[in-house]
Each structure stands twice: as C-alpha cells, then as structure tokens.
C-alpha cells in the first residue's frame, strides 16, 4: 500500500474537494483492498498492480459517493456572510515589506515554483533557496504574532 499511496490519494481527491471526506474515501479505498488482497498479490507486474489499484479506489470512491445522501439544500433566505481576507490581506502586507531577495523567494514559491526553479531564477543553489525560505517564514511567523 505504501507504494501506491501518492495513487490512492490522487485518486480519492478527484472524488471529493474535502479534506475529512477524502480521508473517508482513502480508508474504504483501503478496506476494499484489504478484503481483496488475494487478487492483488496474484498480479506480479507493477503496473498491472497499479492499474488494478486504480480501478479499485475509482469503484470504491464512487460506491460511496452514490450511498452518501446529497446534502440539504440551502434555504432560500440564507445570506452568506461576506469572506473575511484580512488575514490574507495581513499576511501579504508583511509579504511586501521583505527584502530583495526574500520578497521574490517567496512569492515564486506562493506561486508553485520549486525550489530548483526558484534557485535557477535567482542564481542560488537548490539547498540555499530551502534555507532562504526557512528563515524568512520564520521571521514572517515572529512579524505576525507581534501584530
């Protein structure tokens, strides 16, 4: 199981947006494999493992999708309350005070750059930008509780 774990989450998070419902559906994922287990020793080939694996937890997630109730429907005169931002708003404030180049780690990593690109971009070596990013959240972390 410790091999197709990246699968089976990948799997189980295209069936649900939810962090607790995607844990639900990993633990029938698993079960149904469990009480199959059988079948999965019988395929020797990786990749025959894998895709058979994949048909389980994409059976499994929609079985239990299908015996989940939809939820009630929201009532008519419900307002939703307006999204509060003034942590994020915060947060990129403080953002913005940083140095160069601190300021550009951090929004290249805010915007899904790892940390060879990142590095690439800036002329630092993978390991520098890691220890750059450490400390600048630190100091972003000491910022933020003195606010």
Same mark, same amino acid.
């Not at 299908?66 to 947060?91: G, M, Q």
């Not at 899904?112 to 690109?117: I, L, M, Q, R, S």
């Given at each position: 199981?410790?091999?197709?774990?990246?699968?089976?989450?990948?799997?189980?998070?295209?069936?649900?947006?939810?962090?607790?419902?995607?844990?639900?559906?990993l633990q029938e994922t698993?079960?149904?494999?469990?009480?199959?287990?059988?079948?999965?020793?019988?395929?020797?080939?990786?990749?025959?493992?894998?895709?058979?694996?994949?048909?389980?937890?994409?059976s499994t997630?929609?079985?239990?999708?299908?015996?989940?109730?939809?939820?009630?429907?929201?009532?008519?005169?419900?307002?939703?309350?307006?999204?509060?931002?003034?942590?994020?708003?915060?947060?990129?404030?403080?953002?913005?005070?940083?140095?160069?180049?601190?300021?550009?780690?951090?929004?290249?990593?805010?915007?899904?750059?790892?940390?060879?690109?990142?590095?690439? /971009?800036?002329?630092?070596?993978?390991?520098?930008?890691?220890?750059?990013?450490?400390?600048? /959240?630190?100091?972003?972390?000491?910022?933020?509780?003195? /606010?």
């Amino acid at each position: 199981m410790l091999r197709y774990r990246g699968l089976l989450f990948s799997v189980c998070r295209r069936y649900s947006g939810d962090g607790l419902e995607v844990d639900d559906l990993l633990q029938e994922t698993m079960l149904a494999l469990w009480n199959q287990r059988e079948k999965l020793f019988s395929i020797t080939l990786a990749p025959k493992q894998a895709g058979w694996i994949w048909r389980v937890a994409r059976s499994t997630c929609i079985d239990l999708q299908r015996r989940t109730p939809p939820p009630s429907p929201v009532p008519d005169d419900y307002d939703e309350p307006a999204p509060d931002n003034s942590l994020h708003d915060t947060l990129h404030e403080l953002i913005a005070l940083l140095p160069e180049p601190d300021h550009t780690i951090v929004t290249m990593h805010l915007e899904g750059y790892g940390y060879k690109e990142i590095g690439r /971009k800036t002329g630092m070596t993978k390991n520098h930008v890691g220890i750059r990013l450490m400390r600048i /959240k630190e100091k972003l972390r000491e910022q933020w509780n003195t /606010k």
